[in-house]
Protein backbone atom coordinates (compact mmCIF):
# COMPACT_ATOMS: atom_id res chain seq x y z
CA UNK A 1 0.00 0.00 0.00
CA UNK A 2 1.05 3.18 -1.14
CA UNK A 3 1.74 6.30 1.55
CA UNK A 4 1.23 10.03 1.51
CA UNK A 5 3.36 12.59 2.72
CA UNK A 6 2.66 16.75 2.97
CA UNK A 7 5.52 18.93 2.17
CA UNK A 8 4.21 21.34 4.92
CA UNK A 9 4.55 18.60 7.64
CA UNK A 10 8.33 17.84 6.94
CA UNK A 11 10.46 20.67 8.77
CA UNK A 12 13.77 19.99 6.52
CA UNK A 13 17.10 20.94 7.37
CA UNK A 14 18.67 24.26 6.84
CA UNK A 15 22.04 24.33 5.20
CA UNK A 16 23.95 27.35 5.07
CA UNK A 17 27.49 26.43 3.42
CA UNK A 18 27.98 27.97 1.10
CA UNK A 19 24.83 29.01 0.53
CA UNK A 20 21.74 29.55 2.15
CA UNK A 21 18.66 26.29 1.04
CA UNK A 22 16.30 24.58 2.51
CA UNK A 23 15.98 20.63 1.73
CA UNK A 24 13.07 19.06 2.55
CA UNK A 25 13.71 14.42 2.21
CA UNK A 26 9.40 13.66 1.21
CA UNK A 27 10.13 9.84 0.55
CA UNK A 28 12.51 7.61 1.69
CA UNK A 29 13.06 5.09 3.97
CA UNK A 30 12.37 6.33 7.11
CA UNK A 31 9.57 8.26 5.99
CA UNK A 32 7.61 5.63 3.83
CA UNK A 33 9.55 2.80 3.57
CA UNK A 34 11.20 3.41 0.08
CA UNK A 35 14.25 0.77 -0.85
CA UNK A 36 15.14 2.17 -4.69
CA UNK A 37 14.40 5.87 -4.42
CA UNK A 38 14.65 8.68 -2.81
CA UNK A 39 12.74 12.57 -3.31
CA UNK A 40 11.96 15.54 -2.22
CA UNK A 41 11.86 19.79 -2.47
CA UNK A 42 15.04 22.36 -2.19
CA UNK A 43 13.92 25.81 -1.58
CA UNK A 44 16.80 28.54 -2.18
CA UNK A 45 16.41 32.05 -1.75
CA UNK A 46 17.39 34.61 -4.19
CA UNK A 47 21.45 34.68 -4.59
CA UNK A 48 21.51 31.07 -3.38
CA UNK A 49 21.46 27.74 -4.72
CA UNK A 50 22.74 24.95 -4.17
CA UNK A 51 27.00 24.56 -4.70
CA UNK A 52 28.82 22.40 -7.27
CA UNK A 53 28.41 18.34 -6.47
CA UNK A 54 28.49 15.29 -7.80
CA UNK A 55 27.02 12.03 -6.93
CA UNK A 56 29.20 9.06 -7.44
CA UNK A 57 26.55 6.15 -7.14
CA UNK A 58 23.04 7.69 -7.80
CA UNK A 59 21.59 9.58 -10.76
CA UNK A 60 19.77 12.35 -9.76
CA UNK A 61 16.52 13.92 -11.51
CA UNK A 62 15.06 17.41 -10.98
CA UNK A 63 12.03 19.59 -11.53
CA UNK A 64 11.34 23.30 -11.45
CA UNK A 65 8.18 24.41 -9.62
CA UNK A 66 8.91 27.57 -8.96
CA UNK A 67 11.46 30.77 -9.05
CA UNK A 68 14.47 30.97 -11.78
CA UNK A 69 17.22 29.32 -11.93
CA UNK A 70 21.10 28.92 -13.75
CA UNK A 71 22.06 25.11 -13.84
CA UNK A 72 25.99 24.73 -14.89
CA UNK A 73 26.88 20.89 -15.52
CA UNK A 74 30.47 19.87 -15.00
CA UNK A 75 30.83 20.07 -18.61
CA UNK A 76 30.88 23.51 -19.01
CA UNK A 77 27.08 23.47 -20.23
CA UNK A 78 24.51 26.23 -18.58
CA UNK A 79 20.90 26.01 -19.11
CA UNK A 80 18.30 28.30 -17.79
CA UNK A 81 15.79 27.25 -15.39
CA UNK A 82 12.11 28.23 -14.70
CA UNK A 83 9.08 26.31 -14.14
CA UNK A 84 8.35 23.29 -15.94
CA UNK A 85 12.28 22.68 -16.52
CA UNK A 86 12.86 18.91 -16.23
CA UNK A 87 16.94 17.88 -15.63
CA UNK A 88 18.95 15.55 -15.12
CA UNK A 89 22.23 14.90 -13.77
CA UNK A 90 23.75 11.60 -14.44
CA UNK A 91 26.49 9.44 -12.12
CA UNK A 92 29.60 11.69 -11.11
CA UNK A 93 28.86 14.17 -13.19
CA UNK A 94 29.21 17.48 -11.37
CA UNK A 95 26.43 20.63 -11.30
CA UNK A 96 25.36 23.37 -10.10
CA UNK A 97 22.24 25.31 -9.46
CA UNK A 98 21.97 29.17 -8.66
CA UNK A 99 19.11 31.23 -7.93
CA UNK A 100 19.12 33.93 -10.17
CA UNK A 101 15.81 35.10 -9.05
CA UNK A 102 14.19 37.69 -7.46
CA UNK A 103 11.89 34.66 -5.67
CA UNK A 104 12.45 31.17 -3.72
CA UNK A 105 13.84 29.18 -6.42
CA UNK A 106 12.10 25.85 -5.64
CA UNK A 107 12.39 22.62 -7.24
CA UNK A 108 11.65 18.43 -6.91
CA UNK A 109 14.83 16.26 -6.77
CA UNK A 110 14.61 12.53 -7.30
CA UNK A 111 17.38 10.06 -6.13
CA UNK A 112 18.06 6.64 -7.74
CA UNK A 113 19.03 4.75 -6.40
CA UNK A 114 18.45 6.82 -2.75
CA UNK A 115 21.70 8.34 -1.30
CA UNK A 116 23.14 6.86 1.80
CA UNK A 117 21.65 8.83 4.38
CA UNK A 118 18.27 8.60 3.10
CA UNK A 119 18.32 4.78 3.57
CA UNK A 120 18.66 4.80 7.26
Known amino acids: MGTVVYEKDVKGSLKT ?8 LLICKSSVGAQQISMGINISEPGSGIPCHKHDHSEEALYCIEGHGRLTMGTGEVYDIVPGTAFW ?5 EHTLENIGDTPLKVVWAYAPPLP ?4
Open 89 to 93: NPIGV
Open 17 to 24: DPWVRLSK
Open 117 to 120: DHLK
